[in-house]
């Protein structure tokens, strides 16, 4: 029998709410970039993960993009995904 479909909820501490689905894969946790590229200008990255480690681990490679990109700064958030 087929997997439920559901929808996935992240809420970010800036009160952002980003809602994913109808779906059914596993994902667990909500990923954010802020990219800060000056001059008051931003970028933003996301994604979702099936695992908090998944999630965390994109965070150990964004220093060196940063510096690539010439970012000025950048902010890094992960949250769990709520069933709704």
């Known amino acids: 029998m087929a997997k439920k479909k559901r929808y996935l909820t992240a809420t970010m ?3 952002y709410v980003k809602t994913i689905g109808p779906t059914n894969a596993p994902f667990t946790h909500y990923w954010r970039i802020v990219a800060h590229l000056g001059g008051g200008k931003t970028e933003v990255f996301w ?3 099936k695992s908090l480690k998944e999630a965390t681990g994109k965070k150990a490679a964004l220093a060196e993009a940063a510096k690539q990109r010439g970012w ?3 902010d890094f958030e992960v ?3 709520v069933e709704s």
């Open 13 to 15: 501490a800036d009160g």
């Open 47 to 49: 994604g979702h993960a």
């Open 72 to 74: 000025e700064g950048y």
């Open 79 to 81: 949250v769990e995904l």
